[in-house]
């Protein structure tokens, strides 16, 4: 027998969420189900009604939202491998977006269907709330650095090249941020991080050699400085004004000028013909475009298992508990709103 599965529906957009009964899909061939046992939440979980209809026009209603999931794999598709029944796992939930465009994959609801080249397993040691954080920021974080239409970097490994050139992370403090500085090292690139001050220690603990305050007028400056001669590899542009201060730092500096913003794609989109003038290319990421090409399953089924067994990755940012069961994902969504440092709010399930 299948088991009760239930969800938090978003009846229309605008409208508040409600907990209710869901059906128990099971997985086509190369999918997983996974009992969901912590999610996090994101900015796209909890838009106002019109900036939905903006950013998922495509979503029906009523649908199932969120993008992160950690827990325990239930059911297995007949070509899966890799993967049983019992494994503790993480991975990013495709529910919203538009290739998918169904309420049985979106991560708020007891059991998840997962794409199997999407899910990572997680090691004894680390917390479900704890991998929770990583599925969305790490996806966004990969899907700038290594897809060849945007930085394409190379690949993170247990032993990458080291590269001389230099990779930016403008907002390295954020979720996508910290996965970002990680991910860089990993394949061998020397990272300069900004922040606020207080986060300086977090940006470097994660990799970055040189943190800069992205609140000082002398950001650039301060950027180009710690690069010195050596090339820029490229930069990854996140959170609001991100472009105002890239755009002019990638034009100055030595090496690659491509940027990655992580900015909705309408505020990057009047950038970028700016940005062309001093040639700069700025591409715009969608962070679920990676579980279309190889750079997926090279980060989710490749890379981050043995390095989140080894050490090598954290799940960064902290996760802060906000409480347990379904029904407090919409308190989790109004504190995010209210703005959060260096952290990741989580419910457990
Ligand atoms: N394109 C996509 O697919 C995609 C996917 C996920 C997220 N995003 C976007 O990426 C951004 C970051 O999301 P997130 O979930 O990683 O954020 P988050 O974890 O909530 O970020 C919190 C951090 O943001 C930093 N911050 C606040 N305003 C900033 C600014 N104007 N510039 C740079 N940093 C700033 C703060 O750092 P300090 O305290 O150190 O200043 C704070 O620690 C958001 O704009 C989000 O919408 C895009």
Redesign the pocket.
């Known amino acids: 027998m299948s088991p009760q599965n239930s969800a938090l529906w978003l009846p229309k957009p605008g409208a508040p969420f409600q907990v209710g009964p869901a059906p128990y899909t099971p997985p086509a061939a190369s999918e997983v189900v996974v009992r969901v046992r912590a999610v996090a939440v ?3 979980d909890g838009l106002p009604g019109f900036l939905y209809r903006l950013a998922l026009p495509w979503l029906t209603f009523p649908a199932v939202v969120g993008s992160d999931v950690a827990g325990e794999v239930v059911e297995t598709g007949a070509g899966v491998t890799g993967l049983r029944p019992g494994d503790r796992v993480l991975g990013h939930a495709f529910g919203v977006d538009k290739s998918r465009n169904r309420a049985a994959e979106s991560a708020f609801q007891h059991y998840v269907v997962l794409m199997r080249h999407m899910v990572s397993p997680i090691p004894d040691s680390l917390t479900f709330a704890q991998a929770a954080v990583l599925p ?2 790490l ?2 974080a990969a ?2 650095m290594f897809q060849q239409d945007h930085l394409g970097l190379a690949m993170p490994g247990a032993e990458p090249a080291d590269h001389a050139d230099t990779v930016v992370v ?10 970002a500085i990680q991910l860089a090292r990993n394949a061998g690139y020397q990272v300069v991080a ?6 300086f220690d ?2 470097r603990t994660l990799g970055a050699a040189h943190a800069v305050d ?2 000082s007028p002398s950001a650039v400056e301060e950027i180009l400085e710690r690069i010195g001669g050596g090339p820029l590899a490229g930069i990854l542009a ?5 472009l105002t201060k890239t755009v002019p730092l990638a034009a100055r500096a030595p090496g690659g000028k491509r940027i990655a ?5 309408l505020f990057t989109r009047i950038t970028r013909r700016r940005a062309r003038r001093h040639g700069v290319r700025v591409s ?5 475009t990676l579980k279309d090409n190889e750079v997926g399953p090279a980060i989710y089924t490749g890379f981050l298992p043995s390095a989140l067994a080894t050490g090598a990755y954290r799940a960064a ?1 902290d996760a802060t508990v906000v409480g347990h069961g379904l029904a407090h994902i919409p308190h989790a969504l109004r504190e ?1 709103k209210n ?6 709010l989580v419910v457990t399930l």
Request: no cysteine; hydrophobic share 25%.
């Open positions: 994101n900015p796209i969305l920021a996806s966004t899907t700038g403008w907002g390295g403090s954020t979720s996508v941020g910290s996965n900004t922040a606020s001050p207080h986060n977090h940006v992205r609140n996140i959170g609001s004004g991100s913003s992580a900015q909705p794609e715009s990421i969608w962070g679920g940012p995010l703005g959060v440092s260096a952290k990741k």
